[in-house]
């Protein structure tokens, strides 16, 4: 079968598009492997009218009321390969399958490559986080940690005192200059300027190479992400560089470089959280099924 649109992703933004083509009686067919960014925190928060329910839940809820569409299809699996051909684009799975389609649309998201300090990949998602407003508030206004990993961290760290007292460890990586230093000051922000050796204990005890420990009942750390999937570079869609790291570059309507190739989700945006990647699948979904309208005539 030809399918109008073969997605790469099944994760929120993934699902958000298909959920508008599907409406459209659009045939498409949706490509996942299980691996959501998010899938390390037990809880997911500031999505309005899913708040503090498990991710699990809500991507099951929106998998069941998504295929319930009939033109709608989903295979567990791994895209693997992308062409380009005269009449749309082949995906190659894994599994060894080949499916065929007018558009493509790439969901497939980032992975978070995290500092190497011992103890912090154990805890990702559950003590340490990256967004305040994904995670903040359940902290009840208790100790924080912001862990430097580039300049960008020091918004992270005049950020977070409005979810707690906030310590900064520069470890090195930054040194905030006199006027970057007044403002955390202002803020009531603790410089710790000593190396971190390692995250302990059943929060995210912070132990200084000196020894000395400085609990915190959570620390924030921005990860360098990168593409999950291959697929963009390798059909050479255009990437542009973000604060985290690259990102797919995309129109107005979700549509990358290479016209017929669309993106949408984590990878195709400089940060990322549930809301916004289901509004940006909202846009992309349109967006495909805007181009196969205008194609046709």
Known sequence: MRYDVIIVGGSYAGMSAA??????????????????????????H????????????????????LLAYPTVEWLADTATKASQETAGFTLETLGGKRYSAQRLLLATGVIDDLSD???????????????????????EQGPIGVLATSEMSLHHALMLPDWGPTTF??????EP??????????RGVTIVPERVDRI????????????????VDGLFVLPHTRAASPLAASLGCEFEDGPLGSFIQTDMTGQTSVPGVFATGDAAMPFGSIALSVGDGVRAGSGVHRSLIFAAH
Not at 129 to 139: K, N, S, T
Not at 200 to 215: I, M, P, W
């Open 117 to 139: 300090v011992e103890g912090l990949a154990q805890r990702w998602g559950k003590s340490i986080f990256h967004c305040p407003y994904c995670h903040g508030y359940e902290l």
């Open 19 to 44: 959920l508008q083509l599907a409406r459209a009686r659009r045939n498409v067919l949706v490509i996942d492997a299980g691996q959501r960014r998010n899938r390390f925190a037990a809880s997911a």
């Open 200 to 215: 302990e204990g059943s929060r995210a005890d912070v132990v200084l190479a000196n020894g000395r420990v400085v609990a």
């Open 177 to 186: 200059d006199p006027l970057q230093r007044a403002s955390l000051e202002q």
């Open 46 to 65: 500031g999505f309005l009218g899913q708040d503090g329910r498990a991710p699990g839940e809500i991507i099951e809820d929106a998998r069941f009321q």
């Open 169 to 174: 460890f520069t470890r090195g990586v930054f």
